[in-house]
């Protein structure tokens, strides 16, 4: 289906929506997975305003703020993306989201058993996640037009591992143990997150996201069957339940696995619009095995960021040929930004993309 002139009319800059319906464009469009983060000074300035962390995500004025930041600074950018945390569904459940400086999430509760799953509620994404749905109406609002709003959300097997693991972990023993020990009682911890993640999503199109991503984050640490029994198919599930037409026009789906290129046939398969690729994953080759089932969006190395500005345009340039000629491609970083990059080198980054790509769409 292509986007309706009508709803069109109202954004100044289509091209990312446009580039993952394979439409035609004039230039790769390009955003950034964490563009609104520690990188900027303008985004430290208002974190401390804030007080911490989660009250910069809870407060939809806030929010607004840090997701306009980078768009302000880098006109160049196609898309803007709600900034929020990936780990507010399970906040929502009752675990008691809070960060320790240094060392990141962790939970005030931990899901280890049957009993502990079964006691979980599905949240109301407008009541129990509101100012998430807050914050979604007003960016888009503040954006008046001017790029697309992305909403996120993580998938249900890398929520679970923050879950049961209580925090960030290094090899996930403890969700692992649980899914190969007890696979019931992981499974039905899975089919709760789908339909959380599910409605949350849904939630955020309707308050104005016009493209959604989910974030597998971990979902590349498990092996070839247990990424499709744990991961893939809980992510197929939530495709299956998204609105995919809203406001006259497509919502993309955009899947992205984190260390998953090994599995991009199936993830095709899933029917969302697109796939995020890292950087261990060539895009040439990538486009070659999905052909044109898919967008694909990707896959610079972050750490190219520390590069020269010089250095970072023949990075763009290889990648650009990599993918070749025609729309299908969102220029993208492999995975999010750092926290210690120059945000002139992503200048740098972001401006290539476009001053290169346009031979390629001609």
């Not at 439409?23 to 997975?33: E, K, R």
């Amino acid at each position: 289906m292509s986007i309706g002139k009508d709803r069109m009319s109202e954004l100044k800059n289509d091209r990312f929506l446009r580039a993952l319906l394979k439409q035609p464009v004039d230039f790769t469009p390009v955003w950034m997975m964490r563009q609104a983060g520690r990188y900027l000074p303008e985004y430290r300035a208002s974190r401390a305003k804030a007080g911490d962390f989660m009250s910069l995500c809870m407060n939809p004025e806030f929010a607004c703020e840090v997701t306009m930041q980078p768009l302000d600074r880098y006109p160049s950018l196609d898309a803007a993306i709600l900034f929020s945390d990936i780990l507010t569904i399970p906040d929502a459940m009752g675990l008691g989201l809070y960060f320790e400086t240094g060392e990141g999430p962790r939970f005030k509760k931990t899901v280890t058993t049957a009993a502990e799953v079964e006691a979980l509620p599905i949240p109301d994404a407008e009541k129990d996640l509101g100012y998430v749905m807050d914050a979604v109406s007003t960016i888009r609002k503040e954006l008046n037009g001017r790029v697309p709003l992305i909403g996120f959300s993580g998938s249900p097997w890398t929520l679970a591992t923050y879950m049961v693991e209580g925090g960030s972990s290094k090899d996930h023993r403890l969700a692992k143990a649980l899914a190969f020990n007890e696979p019931q009682t992981m499974h039905a911890l899975l089919d709760k997150l789908a339909q959380s993640v599910t409605a949350y999503l849904n939630g955020q199109i309707k308050a104005g996201a016009q493209a959604v991503q989910i974030f597998d984050t971990w979902g590349g640490a498990l092996s070839h069957n247990a990424y499709k029994e744990f991961s893939l198919d809980y992510m197929q599930k939530i495709v299956n339940g998204l609105i995919r037409e809203h406001e006259g026009r497509e919502v993309p789906v955009i899947l992205f696995t984190k260390n998953g290129g090994q599995w991009l046939e199936t993830m095709a398969n899933t029917g969302a619009t697109a796939l995020g690729l890292d950087w261990t994953t060539d895009i040439g080759n990538a486009r070659a095995r999905v052909g044109d089932k898919v967008a694909l969006q990707g896959n610079m190395d972050p750490t190219m960021l520390y590069a020269s500005p010089g250095r970072i345009q023949e990075e763009v340039k290889t990648i650009l040929a990599g993918f070749g000629n025609g729309s299908g491609h969102v220029f993208n970083l492999g995975h999010g930004i750092t926290p210690e990059v120059d945000p002139e080198h992503a200048r740098a980054f972001i401006e290539s993309v476009h001053e290169l790509s346009a031979p390629y769409h001609k």
